[in-house]
T-cell receptor, first 109, second 111 residues
């Protein structure tokens, strides 16, 4: 079983749509959680951290359920510029990041 | 303030050869980690250096080795290259558990 599992997609959605990505992790001792965005042939960039209380950054909302070991990302009012691969990431300790395979999003006009 | 810089950006090697990739961390960062990202996969943790020592290691063979210098820069060495080593190699730096920054990566093709 992979340590971090994501649906690889692709998710093809029209502009303005709401789209949700889910992720599960296997190590209950994991300490911190993130969503990274990766554009084609570029490095991953931090999109947002994920907290148990849930957190929002503009059109993006992230949630963590430690009991279910489940992380989600919701994107509202999708823009063409949101097209990218979204990586679910778990930090187990001392900055060792475990990445999912990524979920590809394509927003069309 | 320069971010994480990596070199070279692209390189092609032949099976059996050796390669060295280089990374300069973001200013003020003392921890460097290396990741391998194969096509269609997420990055996989190779190892991490802190205070010039390898602190953690992922599931990679001994052909993968590294080094950290007193100025915190780092090298990744891969010996006896295999076709399967073709990937994007990412360097990430951090300080004291704060935000981790990635370099743009080195694209390695083994033919």
């Amino acid at each position: 079983r992979k340590e971090v599992e994501q649906d690889p997609g692709p998710f093809n959605v029209p502009e303005g749509a709401t789209v949700a990505f889910n992720c599960t992790y296997s190590n209950s001792a994991s300490q911190s959680f993130f969503w990274y965005r990766q554009d084609c042939r570029k490095e991953p960039k931090l999109l947002m951290s994920v907290y148990s209380s849930g957190n929002e950054d503009g059109r993006f909302t992230a949630q963590l359920n430690r009991a279910s070991q489940y992380i989600s990302l919701l994107i509202r009012d999708s823009k063409l510029s949101d097209s990218a691969t979204y990586l679910c990431v778990v930090n187990q300790d001392t900055d060792k990041l475990i990445f999912g395979t990524g979920t590809r999003l394509q927003v069309f006009p | 303030d320069a971010g994480v810089t990596q070199s070279p950006t692209h390189l092609i090697k032949t099976r059996g050869q050796q390669v060295t990739l280089r990374c300069s961390p973001k200013s003020g960062h003392d921890t460097v980690s290396w990741y391998q990202q194969a096509l269609g996969q997420g990055p996989q943790f190779i190892f991490q250096y802190y205070e010039e020592e390898e602190r953690q290691r992922g599931n990679f063979p001994d052909r993968f080795s590294g080094h950290q210098f007193p100025n915190y820069s780092s090298e990744l060495n891969v010996n006896a290259l295999l076709l399967g080593d073709s990937a994007l190699y990412l360097c990430a730096s951090s300080f004291d558990g704060n935000t981790i920054y990635f370099g743009e990566g080195s694209w390695l093709t083994v033919v």
